[in-house]
């Protein structure tokens, strides 16, 4: 047997699974808590400034001018992740993709929301270049961009990151939002997200935050309590076409997000999603990108890992109630 | 707003919620480790013999002949769930169905493959009983029947027991199955687990373990490493119709795969979970019962949750050689 990633199917399900026994001896430096700040842990972080040589070279970096790549000198890297998932050399069966891991800032923070607005503008104007980049490979389908914050949302290093995994299929929780989204077009002919927005807009209930562009909503039928989506107002198919200023007003609405989390539910563990086209997918009627930002509030059991279905002890409405109260002004 | 559960669904991709606060008070008796075994636990135990008072009145059990209900005498029984996700009173817009808690065993047993095999079969046949019961229900559509074990796959109370979860809906992941096993049957005009199970038995690398009924396979692509699904050799579509000849094989089945998984695993929490067709399907000529036994082995993180997509790193032909060598000859 090979030890090369391998990617598989459910034939009942369609589900994938990318088997990828490499990937165990992947170090883990985080217990059970949300992960916490301190001089100890920066020492031996791999992903500070001066750390370089710890990760793979970079594909992408923003830089002081003059700065040599792989060394110190930069504001973000994007390097290909150490233990991937799948891998760049097509072979037969294996699991062809790339797993990138988008290191936010040279120094050891831990909290996202402790960025600068400007800086989580950086981060997220480079997942925009990263979604550009892998569209010129035809063989990839789609850049799955997450997030993962504190050891029970499964992050392995605390110093703040993302990752992209560009795959060659559609991974099927984003394909059942694309068919879903499909139906309703044909049946409504409208975007289900478009109406969300203004349904969400009109009731007010649900909504945590609005700017000009963006609205923060607590999910009507969520997964985990005080899971919050953020979406563009306006119809946007393709994260991609998000513009610096946008993307600057999306990093302060995450930010006082993120804080009022914080403040309501204790600091959990949370992981995000970009959800976004397909690559080259162009620009589709039916779809609208957003932000799934989902706190892990509880310990899925048999119920939601078995059947799909999700029991939240706090009801959505009161969970934004609870998240405007504590929203910073700005 | 009110306290009372509450289905919900989400417009996008159908996927079930139930919102349901009353549940937040329930009381939480483990930590993260696997539960352990002690006389300390079994005093406080609300599922021990002698602490009938502590759950609602038994809605089924077997007992001695002339003990009373709700008193000592038992050797299972099955109690609405004290903190229901659900509730059996139907109201507009409330979540209508049966949430209820089968205790397997009037002992303080933790470890569900300490259970005889004979009193195994007794609460696989008590399953059958409340499938049979439920189904008399015009209002229920499906049950979902599934095993916590540890704190890490969602338990809250140690005593080993078994949750029965009856919906007015066929939830979400069963009606993919459901519709992954008809579209398979539309094109090859034959049952996709018939065909898993034939495959399977023909190349070997994935069984665990097989008997005149029964196959124990390490899953093709799936969600945890170790992950094993328990089918019936012969089409079978509802589980109701289990024998208690072939219920007291599973029992011997599970037992063995069961303790073979903690050898190699390092007894890792896990769920299992009943997938049978809904209430009163008939004989779908397309669906085939099965149990998914699925431990913790990882934490999923950003791509299993926010995309559906799942990385293992054990693959399951090594998963099920390793199982093979560790399985108990009877």
Known sequence: MSDEPELRRDPVTGRWAVVAPARAARPHELGDARPRCGPAAA????????????????????????????????????VPNKFPALQTLAKPQAAYGCAEVLIDCPEHVENPADLSDAHQRDVLCAYRARLAAHAADPRLAHVAVFKNVGAEAGASIAHTHSQLIALPVVPGLLQAELSGAEAHFARAGHCVFCELVERERTDGTRVVAETAYFVAVAAYAPRFAYEVWLLPKEH??????????AALELAGLMRRVLRALDAVAGAPAYNWFL???????????????????MPRT???AGLEWGFGAHIVTVAPERAASALRAALPAQ
């Open 43 to 78: 020492l031996a972080c791999p992903f500070c400034e001066g750390a370089e040589h710890d990760t793979p070279h970079e594909v992408y970096a923003l830089r002081a001018a003059g700065s040599a790549p792989n060394g110190p000198g930069w504001r973000l890297r994007v």
């Open 298 to 300: 509880a310990r899925p």
């Open 275 to 293: 959800h976004t086209s397909p690559l080259r997918a162009g620009d589709l009627p039916h779809y609208h990108w957003h932000i799934e930002l």
């Open 236 to 245: 946007a198919p393709c994260y991609e076409a998000i513009a610096d200023g």
